[in-house]
Every structure is written in structure tokens, then in C-alpha cells.
């Protein structure tokens, strides 16, 4: 007689299951320190922007983000927001300290796979004053941390009240044969979770041309990882297929960004920072010549504007104004 499933070898079971996504589980797994990934590893736009800037009439990212979903009628509701893959937590902290319209002081969720950058957000949430920047408030009392996967959100179908909200995160979710898989599970996600007149909102790089992929790494090849592109024909198709309402705008037109501003790159700040100390926030040009009069010029800063395509990265297919992209879904049933 053959040996019954319950007696299968540890082998034999591994063999069986499918194997995790490489790119799942380096989140699941990872240790780099949450100001190295974003500084060297996968600097995004919400990154680069993140203090008050002058394309943002002096808001900073979080809050013109948030401020442009509620002048499109979305609002954070009872529940408040979902935040999925909140990074090191500038949106949250945007809302609590800052001036986010009717997402100011919200309750607030952050639900990550990864415990460092779920770490990082904690201690920045419940700090005082975590950012020079930040508006004194104290500690965010209606934040709270969960560490789960996106696409198998911890809530009952059909019960929650009010924002998901997915800022450049959708591409590090898996693909599979060409298809967004992960992201396209992740809207399938929200349509059933989503209560009548619930939203979610994502932002990501990508547009109508199949996913295609971008390797991250730091030296030593720490935080390697690979994030695919969006194809947003799939993740509208599984929208409307599960009943949400879809809309599809630029991002600089979401938060109501001057596309004419000449800022720091991503480009720009990782030449600089071989030679001098500086944040990597995308600071207005003639506050990085004023700083580094000698090395703007020897090092030839593109310093373009923020409608480039060479902002946020000159070495990319294109730049913020042609890539990313802001979906907006509603639940209406």
C-alpha cells in the first residue's frame, strides 16, 4: 500500500507546494534599514517629494496626494484609510501633522509584509515631531499597524468604510505570463472588501503596453529585488469585472503638480552624494546650486524639470509626467 498524504515526507510536501515569489518573499523577509531602501535602493517620487515643495505649492506629497483625492469626492469615511505598503509612513504622518483637507487626523491603517518597514513606520507614527518638517502634533492616537498580505486583505467582504490606498506598491506585486497577476488580485481584492460607496486609490508606474521589469538592488546587492511595470488595461478589466467604478488620470494631475519647476533627480542627488552629505529629496534647483555652487558645475546637474523625462530618473524609458499614474476605483453598489 502507498503511503497516505498524512505520512508525505517533508520533501515531498515542499516539492508539492508552489514555490513563493521571489519578490514576495524578500518582502516577507527583509532587514534593510527603511531609509537605505528608499535612499539607495528604490528612491520613488512620494520619496523624492516628501518635504514641502514648491511644485506642490508648498505641500508635500502625502498631502497633495490626499488633497486631490477629496476634491474628486473621495473620502476617508468611518473607517478611514487602509494604507497598503505605507513605506516609512510620510502619507500617514502627512495626514496626522500636516494639512491633508478632510483626511486630516483620520484613522489610519498600515498593513505591510514587511517587519522593517512596518518598524519604521510605528516609530515615526507614534513620535513627536519625527520629521523637522512636521507640524508638532504628537503622536498619531488613531494609527494602528498590521502586518499581512495585500492580496489577501484581513477584512470581511463587503465591510469596510472608507479609503485603500496603495502608493507605488503595485509593482512589487507578482507577474505571471505577461499578466499584473498580483496587482489584478489586489483590485479583486478591494471590490470585495469595499462597502457601498468605499474607494481605493493606487499609484505606479506603467501604462497601455504590457509589464516589464526594473531590477533594484544597493551595493552588496542588498534589498535585490525586481518590480514590474503596470499594464493598467488589466487592473481596469478586473475593476469593472468586479463591479467597481474606474478612473484613470496622470499623477502630476492628481496632486496638482507644476510640471515647469526645475528639481533634483534621482540622477542628480546619486552623483552629488558620492562627494557630499544631502538628503535625498528632489530640492528646487537654485537651493542645490546655492549649496554646491563648484560640484553643480563640475558635476554637470541635469537639475530638469519636474515634466522631464528625465525626472525622477534620467536613466528610465521615461520620466514622472509620462509613466505614473493614479487609478481611482469606486464601489457604488
Keep these: 500500500m502507498g503511503r497516505t498524504p498524512a505520512r508525505r515526507t517533508a520533501e515531498e510536501l515542499t516539492r508539492a507546494a508552489p514555490a513563493e515569489d521571489a519578490t514576495r518573499a524578500h518582502h516577507r523577509t527583509d532587514r534593510v534599514p527603511a531609509r537605505r531602501r528608499f535612499d539607495e535602493v528604490e528612491c520613488t517620487v512620494s520619496h523624492l517629494l516628501r518635504f514641502p515643495h514648491p511644485a ?3 505641500r508635500r506629497f502625502g498631502e497633495a496626494l490626499l488633497q486631490g483625492l477629496a ?36 484613522r489610519w491603517t498600515s498593513l505591510d509584509l514587511s517587519p522593517s518597514l512596518l518598524g519604521a513606520q510605528r516609530r515615526r ?38 479609503l485603500v ?8 506585486l507578482p507577474v505571471r505570463g505577461g499578466v499584473n497577476a498580483g496587482a489584478v488580485q489586489l483590485v479583486q481584492e478591494v471590490a470585495r472588501v469595499l462597502a457601498p460607496g468605499g474607494a481605493a486609490a493606487f499609484t505606479e508606474f506603467g501604462g497601455e503596453f504590457p509589464p516589464g521589469p526594473v531590477e533594484l538592488t544597493a551595493g552588496s546587492r542588498a534589498g535585490e529585488h525586481t518590480e514590474w511595470s503596470i499594464d493598467f488595461r488589466q487592473l481596469r478589466a478586473a475593476a469593472t469585472g ?7 488620470l496622470p499623477l502630476h494631475e492628481l496632486i496638482g503638480a ?42 554637470a546637474l541635469d537639475l530638469p524639470p519636474l515634466g522631464s523625462p528625465r525626472w525622477p530618473d534620467a ?19
Design 258 to 299: 507644476d510640471l515647469s519647476v526645475r528639481c533634483a533627480s534621482y540622477t542628480d542627488l546619486w552623483r552629488l552624494r558620492r562627494f557630499v552629505s544631502c538628503e535625498v529629496f528632489a530640492a528646487p534647483a537654485e537651493e542645490v546650486r546655492r549649496r554646491h555652487p563648484l560640484l553643480s558645475r563640475l558635476l
Design 242 to 248: 468586479g463591479g467597481l467604478e474606474a478612473e484613470e
Design 125 to 162: 507614527l507614534l513620535a513627536v515631531g519625527a520629521e523637522p518638517a512636521a507640524v508638532p502634533r504628537g503622536p498619531h492616537s488613531r494609527w494602528a499597524g498590521v502586518r499581512a498580505d495585500a492580496v489577501a486583505l484581513p477584512l470581511r467582504s463587503g465591510s469596510f468604510r472608507g
Design 315 to 333: 536613466t528610465a524609458p521615461a520620466g514622472f509626467a509620462q509613466l505614473f499614474r493614479a487609478l481611482l476605483l469606486r464601489q457604488r453598489r
Design 71 to 106: 476634491a474628486r469626492g473621495i473620502l476617508p469615511g468611518p473607517d478611514g484609510v487602509l494604507e497598503i505598503g505605507g513605506g516609512t509612513g510620510h502619507l500617514a504622518e502627512a495626514a496626522w501633522r500636516g494639512d491633508a483637507g478632510p483626511f486630516t487626523g483620520c
Design 56 to 58: 506642490l505649492r508648498g
Design 165 to 172: 490606498l496603495g502608493n507605488e506598491m503595485l509593482a512589487d
